[in-house]
């Protein structure tokens, strides 16, 4: 019998996630709804280890005829009532819920109507979202989704959401949701079998990027757990290259920089959580202004970048007046044939061109995004030469 299993995505990301589940071989992909993948899984498939997905959760129900009226509260419990349960994660149930478009009733009622069926049947007790308040510990998480006339009754396939990363011991403002960081790097063509060379974070913040960058070019799904170690740079802020720098070898190396300290910090901490330290390692981190990086001409070749856009990080250093001198760096660092994958806002802020290229380059791809009300795009940059066109590749 085939389960039915349901991958939660940042909207836009909907085709990378559906991409990701046939390259790693997890199962059929039968649809595709707002923020989500549908797929038949194949047995044995390692779900938890989906990276550019939120979530993944298993269908219990497929509901049809919800419609906007208030009749459907009764037709999604009735359809909870009636689900096999099986054997429960925990002592509570908790429900969350959400729908698209306009409904005669709330999320709240929607998860109130299923969450005390589910609890019922078990005997447990239902934790319900309406006040406010947070889940408790070791809950079994359940999430109902509406969509046209059908929902879908699923429950979490782990014991948290896929997007909270095990590896991140330390935050700071402005860090990047990690499924993003991973998009980012599936589109900069990371899990290639023979990728190898440098891949560059001028703007490494908490060192998301490079940690899920490294993860996609490992054998699918098997984790980071047994993978190399970790070192440590205090690189220099001028123009000399980096000590060490062209020390790679046997693949892909991970190089970041941030000009905080207390960001360069949080990245070493990240990845010693993601990488036991019991090898020389594939990471190098260091300090300089991302507007004058410590990195060869021609030495990089992928660029992952998340630039401070003075929401939650103001641009600093040579970056304070406007953006110019990090694109000016990419441009420089990157090989022939590189490729730079930026999230690139909706309002850039100081050097930034709303719906255009950075100067100097050509936009090969666009993934437009919705995250947190803002509309970011994953682009894809190559370097565009002197007749203004795109690299050859």
């Known amino acids: 019998m085939l389960t039915l299993a349901v991958a939660r995505a940042v909207r836009g990301t ?70 096999d349960l099986g054997p429960p994660g ?18 709240h009622e929607i998860e109130d109507a299923v969450g005390t069926e589910l609890a019922r049947s078990w005997r447990l007790r239902y934790h319900s979202r309406r006040d406010g308040g947070r889940p408790p510990a070791g809950a079994t998480a359940w999430r109902v989704t509406i969509e046209g006339d059908q929902a879908v009754i699923a429950r979490r396939a782990g014991d948290r959401p896929l997007h909270r990363r095990p590896y991140k011991t330390s935050s700071i403002p402005g860090t990047l949701h990690p499924p993003l960081a991973a998009a980012m790097a599936q589109l900069a063509g990371l899990g290639a079998e ?24 490992l054998t699918p799904h098997t984790g980071l757990a047994g993978s190399a170690g970790l070192t440590e740079l205090s690189g220099p802020s001028g123009p000399s290259a980096l000590p060490g720098f062209s020390g790679f070898s046997g693949g892909a190396g991970f190089v970041g920089f941030d000009r ?44 992952l970048v998340n630039p401070p856009w003075g929401r ?43 719906g255009g290229a950075p100067r100097g380059f050509t936009i090969e791809h666009a993934v ?12 894809v940059l190559s370097r565009r030469d002197r007749a203004g066109r795109g690299a050859t590749r």
């Open 260 to 303: 905080d300290p207390v960001a360069v910090a949080a990245a070493a901490a990240n990845a010693r959580a993601a990488l036991p330290p019991d090898g020389p390692g594939p990471f190098r981190w260091g300090l300089a202004d991302a507007g004058r990086l410590p990195v060869p001409d021609g030495s990089v070749r992928r660029v």
């Open 312 to 354: 939650q990080v103001p641009p600093r250093g040579l970056l304070g007046p406007g953006l110019d001198p990090l694109w000016r760096e990419v441009r420089r660092v990157l090989e022939p044939g590189g490729l730079a994958v930026a999230l690139l806002h909706d309002d850039p802020g100081p050097g930034g061109t709303p």
């Open 90 to 107: 925990g002592p509570d149930v908790e429900v969350s819920a959400s729908f698209v478009g306009r409904r005669n009733y709330t999320r």
């Open 14 to 83: 909907e085709p990378l996630v559906a991409a990701e589940i046939r390259h790693a071989r997890l199962g059929v992909v039968v649809g595709v709804r707002h923020r989500e993948v549908w797929f038949e899984v194949r047995p044995g498939a390692g779900l938890l280890g989906l990276r550019t997905a939120d979530d993944v959760l298993l269908a219990a129900a497929v509901v049809d005829g919800v419609g906007h009226g208030r009749s459907a509260l009764a037709r999604l419990a009735r359809a909870a009532r009636g689900i």
């Open 368 to 379: 437009p995004v919705s995250l947190s009300g803002r509309h970011p795009a994953i682009t």
């Open 194 to 217: 023979d990728f190898g060379g440098v891949v560059l974070d001028p703007c490494c913040g908490a060192g998301t990027t490079l940690i899920e960058a490294h993860a996609l070019t």
